[in-house]
């Protein structure tokens, strides 16, 4: 069995893993980003799933790193750029990195990743680099 037969699935593969990632199905989605990444290893997709599925587990350095390996392989990926940003954002020691990421997606084409960079930034501001409440203040 050859797997020219089954390109064509590759994409459905992604976007189902994609949609596991989001259901909390690790299991699954793992099996069907080795999937379609055994379909067409030089798509950066599925890396782009994965460091998604650590996000989403908050496993933000392990995330981190897969989405610098994919725009190391791909420096214009905008999908895997915004969730960079989004990381970063979100790493104590990373913020305004983060932020600047997540500024520079906003130039996205796609509209997308504009709303989801904007909701980013909106929520870094709101919850991330806001002061401590009352009871975070000391007498």
Do not use: R, W
Not at 5 to 20: H, Q, R, V
């Amino acid at each position: 069995m050859t797997t020219k037969k089954y390109k064509e699935d590759f994409i459905l593969l992604a976007e189902a893993g994609f949609i596991a990632v989001n259901q909390a199905d690790e299991d699954a989605a793992l099996k069907l980003f080795k999937a379609a990444e055994l379909l067409d290893s030089s798509n950066v997709l599925p890396k782009v799933g994965m460091g998604y599925l650590h996000l989403h587990k908050l496993e933000l350095k392990q995330a981190v790193k897969n989405f610098e390996d994919v725009l190391h392989k791909d420096p214009h990926n905008d999908m895997a750029k915004a969730f960079l940003g989004l990381c970063l954002s979100m790493m104590p020691n990373s913020v305004d990195k983060g932020e600047k990421i997540l500024e520079q997606s906003l130039k996205s084409k796609d509209p997308l990743i504009k709303n989801m960079a904007d909701s980013a930034i909106d929520f870094v501001e709101k919850f991330i680099k806001k002061s401590p409440g009352p009871a975070g203040k000391s007498k």
